[in-house]
Every structure is written in C-alpha cells, then in structure tokens.
C-alpha cells in the first residue's frame, strides 16, 4: 500500500498545483475585467479552482505553490489575444486533467465525482 501512495501522492501534487495556478489566472483576469458582472463570475470560477486545489490538498496534506510562468504566460495570452482565446487554450489542459483523473479510479474517494 505505501508503494501506491508514493506513486499516486506526485501525481496528485501535479492535479493541486494545476488547480492552484488556474485560481491565480482567474483571479488576475477578474480584476482586469471592466464588466462587474462578468468580473464576478471570473472571480466565482476562480474561487472554484481554490475549492478544487483544497480538496486535493486533503491527501497531499500540504500547500503547493502555483506555477507563476504559467499564471504569467495565461494572463498575458488573455489581454493580448482575448479573453476568450485564452480561457480556450485553459481549457485544453483541463480536459487532459479529465483523462489524468481516470487514473486514480479505485484509488481516491469520490474521484468519479470529480471527472463529472
């Protein structure tokens, strides 16, 4: 059991921090949306991936740092390109989360909660 807890333990650190650094993408853009309500739901989804990352934080029993290139890299694709382009693109990498998720069927509790 302990070897299967070091393997699954990195994979799910690498979940974490991904939900960790879309938070602070969220964020930023949030706050560089001139619409309050549009705003707000941008901050609402944020909010999301900061209930996402605390909940694999459970087993991973510590705090991951975001990845700060990539909050960068997310923010400015936005502003340059849109705001649309860049959520997109965002979106691409969730969806391989999806597939990464299936992964721990049997493993995690709940984890089918999740990929629904």
Do not use: C
Not at 40 to 60: F, L, P, V
């Amino acid at each position: 059991m302990l070897q299967e807890k070091e393997i699954i333990i990195p994979i799910i650190e690498k979940f974490q921090r991904s939900e960790i650094t879309e938070y602070h993408i969220y964020k930023r853009l949030a706050k560089s949306i001139k619409d309050p309500e549009n705003s707000a739901i941008i901050d609402q989804i944020a909010e999301e991936e900061r209930h996402h990352s605390n909940a694999w934080k459970k087993y991973t029993g510590r705090e991951i740092k975001p990845n700060l290139w990539k909050v960068w890299t997310y923010y400015l694709i936005s502003r340059v390109f849109g705001f649309t382009f860049g959520v997109k693109l965002m979106e691409r990498g969730e969806e391989k989360a999806q597939e990464g998720y299936t992964r721990l069927i049997g493993k995690v509790p709940d984890i089918q909660n999740w990929i629904r």
